[in-house]
């Protein structure tokens, strides 16, 4: 049974640092590309970053970039968060999917929204 599990939210104020994690089993992680995904209040959820284990390639947001850092160790995946700012704030969300495209063979960059497993979210406030 695939599973993918987040922890690691929280509240920190900006310029602070948080770690999320997300636990993953039921899978052969290399062969997957895993993402984390923010959804901000009334928002769309979107792409912050994502790791293709597969290949090897890295995604950040142009956002997020030389802040945050996503790695894997094992069967966890990990998004250290830096120099945080209130526009961070979201329910952070880990997905993971084939590492190719199931249609057409294509290295993704990030997990297919429709098609990919997800966790259920980590809170992360960021606020004075």
């Known amino acids: 049974q695939v599973q993918l599990v987040e922890s690691g939210g929280g509240s920190a104020q900006p310029g602070g640092s948080l770690r999320l994690t997300c636990t993953t089993s039921?899978?052969?992680?290399?062969?997957?590309?895993v993402g984390w995904f923010r959804q901000a209040p009334g928002q769309e959820r979107q792409e912050v970053s994502c790791?293709?284990?597969?290949?090897?390639n890295l995604y950040y947001a142009e956002s997020v970039k030389g802040r945050f850092l996503i790695f894997r160790d094992d069967a966890k995946v990990y998004l250290q968060m830096d120099d945080l700012t209130s526009e961070d704030t979201g329910v952070y969300f880990c997905a993971a999917h084939n590492a190719r495209d199931d249609a057409t063979g294509r290295w993704l960059r990030c997990p297919e929204r429709r098609a990919s497993y997800w966790g259920r979210g980590a809170q992360v406030t960021v606020r004075s």
């Open positions: 790791f293709n284990l597969a290949n090897g």
């Open positions: 039921g899978f052969l992680l290399p062969e997957y590309v």
